[in-house]
């Protein structure tokens, strides 16, 4: 069972002259038929018509080839949605032999901290941990004997929001005959196309910024519009369809409808996350605001008040919240709080009164006087 042609969706025409803005909008659509549906319909079935190349719903799917398109064409490349950020991810790791050595970063989501820790732990996998923000510490760890297979990157980090240089490490990744891997979640492609800097490939947990609404859960691997591009896609399809890390067509439809505001939900919570982080840099309860200047997650350290511990006074914070949401995920329109060290999976390094803010789409005032309640309060 071949994977089905990206060129053999027959959709939206694309102008290279649209911004990503507009074709995030724009693609991903039935042609403009008269009497026809606006929106690409959710195809609800296991099979299909003998006689094409697509017969089998683990193969592939009309509604998940319009979100591909659109996705693929935001992060300039070729996309395959899986049934969550965890399996794209799982994908990826699946493209290296046994013992690969692998140069991930010290701080990342906590999912892929634990699937490396899992795997070195077996033997299957020789982790090197880096500060992703230290380029120098990055390429001694691809370099050293026996050299990187893989480099994971995020850019900014989970939590700590630690910010790479992408051109550099991922140059220096391909000197060595490494593979790169970036993880785009917290950036989107309206903000950040590692393709662009020579990634090999990108990977979103799409139920977070680009679908944006917490209602689904999906990922996406995207790789360049290139003959090993296309070699990495097949072989990533091939792993998929095997290991049935596919995902449902309604999930992949939602995506796709809460990826047409992906722009405006940025522009919002975006000039609201830029707004908190002046304001939290004043505020008497907060002893460090990480914020690399974009984006729409802050992570603040609270500090300890009346005789309460540091962990425990960034707890009280969350408790005492009515509009911020205390919850564990990030990217939806609904403002979110979470002190990141609650979960034993998270790092020892990242602070134990570090409150991760992923900041939503609502008045920045009413933010505001809930978070600065909570904080005095505490």
């Given at each position: 069972?071949?994977?089905?042609?990206?060129?053999?969706?027959?959709?939206?025409?694309?102008?290279?002259?649209?911004?990503?803005?507009?074709?995030?909008?724009?693609?991903?659509?039935?042609?403009?038929?008269?009497?026809?549906?606006?929106?690409?319909?959710?195809?609800?079935?296991?099979?299909?018509?003998?006689?094409?190349?697509?017969?089998?719903?683990?193969?592939?799917?009309?509604?998940?080839?319009?979100?591909?398109?659109?996705?693929?064409?935001?992060?300039?490349?070729?996309?395959?949605?899986?049934?969550?950020?965890?399996?794209?991810?799982?994908?990826?790791?699946?493209?290296?032999?046994?013992?690969?050595?692998?140069?991930?970063?010290?701080?990342?989501?906590?999912?892929?901290?634990?699937?490396?820790?899992?795997?070195?732990?077996?033997?299957?996998?020789?982790?090197?941990?880096?500060?992703?923000?230290?380029?120098?510490?990055?390429?001694?760890?691809?370099?050293?004997?026996?050299?990187?297979?893989?480099?994971?990157?995020?850019?900014?980090?989970?939590?700590?929001?630690?910010?790479?240089d992408l051109p550099a490490i991922v140059a220096a990744g391909h000197d060595i005959g490494a593979l790169v891997m970036v993880d785009n979640t917290f950036a989107t492609p309206l903000l950040q196309r590692?393709?662009?800097?020579?990634?090999?490939?990108?990977?979103?947990?799409?139920?977070?910024?680009?679908?944006?609404?917490?209602?689904?859960?999906?990922?996406?691997a995207i790789t360049p519009d290139t003959g090993a591009g296309r070699a990495l896609s097949e072989r990533l399809h091939t792993h998929r369809t095997s290991r049935g890390a596919i995902p449902g067509p309604?999930?992949?439809?939602?995506?796709?409808?809460?990826?047409?505001?992906?722009?405006?939900?940025?522009?919002?919570?975006?000039?609201?996350?830029?707004?908190?982080?002046?304001?939290?840099?004043?505020?008497?309860?907060?002893?460090?605001?990480?914020?690399?200047?974009?984006?729409?997650?802050?992570?603040?350290?609270?500090?300890?008040?009346?005789?309460?511990t540091t962990a425990q006074s960034a707890e009280a914070v969350c408790d005492r919240t009515r509009l911020w949401t205390h919850s564990t995920s990030l990217g939806g329109v609904e403002s979110q709080i979470?002190?990141?060290?609650?979960?034993?999976?998270?790092?020892?390094?990242?602070?134990?009164?570090?409150?991760?803010?992923?900041?939503?789409?609502?008045?920045?005032?009413?933010?505001?006087?809930?978070?600065?309640?909570?904080?005095?309060?505490?």
């Amino acid at each position: 069972m071949s994977k089905p042609s990206h060129t053999e969706r027959s959709s939206t025409a694309s102008s290279p002259s649209w911004s990503l803005d507009t074709q995030a909008v724009a693609l991903g659509r039935p042609p403009h038929t008269a009497g026809e549906p606006v929106n690409e319909p959710i195809t609800l079935t296991s099979t299909f018509h003998a006689g094409a190349d697509l017969s089998y719903a683990r193969v592939g799917n009309p509604t998940w080839a319009a979100f591909e398109e659109t996705v693929g064409v935001l992060e300039g490349g070729h996309a395959l949605a899986f049934a969550s950020g965890m399996a794209s991810i799982s994908a990826v790791l699946s493209l290296v032999p046994h013992g690969a050595v692998v140069v991930a970063p010290h701080h990342a989501y906590s999912g892929t901290t634990g699937i490396l820790a899992d795997l070195a732990s077996s033997g299957a996998l020789v982790v090197r941990h880096v500060d992703i923000s230290d380029t120098d510490e990055v390429l001694a760890a691809l370099a050293l004997e026996p050299t990187a297979d893989l480099l994971i990157a995020e850019s900014p980090t989970n939590p700590m929001l630690e910010v790479a240089d992408l051109p550099a490490i991922v140059a220096a990744g391909h000197d060595i005959g490494a593979l790169v891997m970036v993880d785009n979640t917290f950036a989107t492609p309206l903000l950040q196309r590692p393709l662009d800097d020579g990634a090999d490939i990108v990977i979103h947990s799409a139920t977070k910024y680009l679908s944006g609404h917490s209602d689904v859960l999906l990922g996406v691997a995207i790789t360049p519009d290139t003959g090993a591009g296309r070699a990495l896609s097949e072989r990533l399809h091939t792993h998929r369809t095997s290991r049935g890390a596919i995902p449902g067509p309604m999930e992949v439809w939602l995506a796709l409808r809460g990826l047409r505001t992906l722009s405006v939900r940025l522009e919002r919570s975006g000039a609201n996350a830029v707004a908190l982080a002046q304001r939290l840099a004043e505020h008497p309860a907060v002893s460090r605001v990480r914020y690399p200047g974009w984006g729409s997650i802050v992570a603040i350290e609270v500090a300890a008040v009346g005789g309460l511990t540091t962990a425990q006074s960034a707890e009280a914070v969350c408790d005492r919240t009515r509009l911020w949401t205390h919850s564990t995920s990030l990217g939806g329109v609904e403002s979110q709080i979470e002190r990141r060290r609650r979960h034993t999976a998270e790092v020892e390094t990242v602070p134990d009164n570090l409150l991760r803010l992923s900041v939503g789409i609502e008045s920045v005032e009413d933010l505001w006087r809930d978070l600065d309640s909570a904080l005095t309060g505490a």
